[in-house]
């Protein structure tokens, strides 16, 4: 028996997000069901991160455990010879039976979130960008997003469901770039809570709008309750761009 580690690349236009679910199809369900058909095993995903429904992936990353004898190295283009055309396995590897994707010392994860910001919105950015008709201040919005980096309690950007007792994480950098109408505001962090990158989108959206000065950032922040912030942005903007694990 070996773990396989492998990094998953998908559009989660078509899929009620990464986990298990009852009632929709899932990407978690989807790799179980084919990479057992192709092991001959009941395979059991473990991923490090469950992205939302609508949500997209360049660089998840997820474990399972087989006795096949396919080259771990390998893995990937067998696996790929079964996935839709919107799942991709990108790279699998071994790695130790002990490791998990989830509790490693040293994790860093990097997410996108696009915005087309023009006065009518474009078909071909509708599944990937959330659309803003009216104009926004760049600038204003990277002065609110420097109240977020560093360590804090984001009990206030994350969804009034999440079920954990530790709100605080760490956020390295934010950082909102412009090419035209295409926005894209950058987060990388040790870890973020349920819904908590669309939030800061979401509020981000509003301090460039006008709605909220930049300095009412740091004000949702200290509240530390979730009615305190702006608006969860949609979820087709949203796109986790690599897992970093440290040595």
């Known amino acids: ?19 298990l679910q009852p009632n929709g199809v899932t990407i978690e369900e989807i790799l179980n069901r084919e990479i057992s058909r192709l092991t001959g095993e009941e395979i059991h995903m473990i991923g490090a991160s469950r992205t939302d429904s609508g949500v997209h992936a360049l660089g998840n990353v997820a474990v ?23 799942i991709v396995i990108v790279h699998s590897e071994e790695v130790p039976l002990n490791w998990h994707p989830r509790y490693q010392r ?3 994860k990097t997410y996108e979130y696009h915005i087309y910001n023009s006065e009518m919105p474009n078909p071909l950015k509708r599944r990937y960008s959330a659309f803003v008709s009216f104009p926004m201040d760049i600038e ?6 420097g109240y ?31 090419e035209g109408p295409n926005l894209t505001i950058r987060v990388r962090g040790n ?53 970093e694990y440290g040595k």
């Open 106 to 108: 040293k994790i860093t």
């Open 64 to 86: 399972f455990d087989t006795g096949s004898r396919i080259p771990p190295e390998r893995m990937a283009y067998a696996i790929n010879q079964r996935m839709p055309e919107d």
């Open 148 to 178: 977020l980096v560093g360590e804090h309690d984001f009990a206030s950007f994350c969804n009034v469901k999440t079920n954990v007792s530790d709100t605080v994480r760490t956020v390295y950098e934010i950082r909102i770039t412009a």
């Open 1 to 19: 028996m070996r773990r396989v580690k492998i990094v998953v690349a998908y559009d989660g236009t078509n899929y009620c997000g990464w986990q």
């Open 140 to 145: 204003k919005m990277r002065e609110g997003a």
């Open 191 to 243: 870890g973020f809570l349920y819904n908590m990158v669309r939030i800061i989108a979401g509020t981000l959206i509003r301090v460039g709008r006008g709605f909220y000065t930049p300095e009412r950032i740091k004000d949702i922040l200290d509240a530390k309750e979730r009615t305190a912030d702006g608006v969860t942005a949609p979820p087709n903007g949203l796109v986790l761009v690599r897992i």
